[in-house]
């Protein structure tokens, strides 16, 4: 009888974890916050190739953010996934909160930080920081109309029209 009580305590509360699911990391805890969010609001998903075919198993976080040399091309012309390990070392914490809020070039969705509390920006800086250099620089942006050495993938339709950096 006592094995049975325990066996359906321990599948309660297992089923009490499943149901909770992933908690945000408290504010105070930036370089965590910062993964979830980096994890949670899609910048791996075109800043580390690799993650989101392989649902985010795959590399290993030493390799997040290190840019994309995958051209993305639109009407806009070609950009390309910028290495956030590198641009990261290059600013400060204000600077990041700046630079975070003025428009980029598609498909980069530059309203998403725009619109992320100063703690949520605040974090994915503390959490980038922390991880530290890594990788190539990307290749520089191409006009519309110039032609680049790298593969593309052809945007299926213009995203809302931004301002250019
Ligand atoms: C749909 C693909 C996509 C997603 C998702 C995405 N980015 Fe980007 N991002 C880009 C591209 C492409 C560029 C380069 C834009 C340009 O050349 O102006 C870029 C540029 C940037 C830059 C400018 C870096 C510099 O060179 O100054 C920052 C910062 C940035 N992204 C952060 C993020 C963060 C943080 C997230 C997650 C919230 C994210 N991005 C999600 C595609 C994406």
Same mark, same amino acid.
């Given at each position: 009888m006592f094995r049975i009580a325990a066996a359906a305590l321990a599948l309660f509360a297992s089923t009490v974890a499943l149901a909770a699911g992933p908690q945000?990391?408290?504010?105070?805890?930036?370089?965590?916050?910062?993964?979830?969010?980096?994890?949670?609001?899609?910048?791996?998903?075109?800043?580390?190739?690799? !993650? +989101?075919?392989?649902?985010?198993a795959?590399?290993?976080?030493?390799?997040?953010?290190?840019?994309?040399?995958? #051209?993305?091309?639109?009407?806009w012309g070609t950009t390309y996934p910028s290495n956030l390990r590198l641009v990261m070392q290059t600013l400060s914490e204000a600077q990041w909160l700046e630079r975070a809020r003025q428009p980029m070039r598609p498909p980069m969705?530059?309203?998403?930080?725009?619109?992320?509390?100063?703690?949520?920006?605040?974090?994915? !800086? +503390?959490?980038v920081r922390a991880a530290g250099p890594a990788g190539q620089p990307a290749p520089a942006?191409?006009?519309? #109309?110039?032609?680049?050495?790298?593969?593309v993938v052809r945007w299926p339709s213009p995203p809302p029209t931004t301002a250019s950096k």
């Amino acid at each position: 009888m006592f094995r049975i009580a325990a066996a359906a305590l321990a599948l309660f509360a297992s089923t009490v974890a499943l149901a909770a699911g992933p908690q945000r990391p408290a504010d105070t805890d930036l370089v965590n916050l910062g993964r979830y969010l980096v994890k949670t609001t899609g910048c791996n998903d075109c800043h580390t190739p690799g !993650y +989101a075919p392989s649902a985010g198993a795959t590399p290993p976080e030493a390799q997040w953010l290190t840019g994309d040399a995958m #051209g993305l091309q639109g009407p806009w012309g070609t950009t390309y996934p910028s290495n956030l390990r590198l641009v990261m070392q290059t600013l400060s914490e204000a600077q990041w909160l700046e630079r975070a809020r003025q428009p980029m070039r598609p498909p980069m969705p530059w309203f998403a930080l725009r619109d992320m509390s100063d703690t949520d920006l605040k974090a994915i !800086y +503390a959490f980038v920081r922390a991880a530290g250099p890594a990788g190539q620089p990307a290749p520089a942006y191409a006009p519309p #109309g110039v032609a680049v050495k790298t593969p593309v993938v052809r945007w299926p339709s213009p995203p809302p029209t931004t301002a250019s950096k």
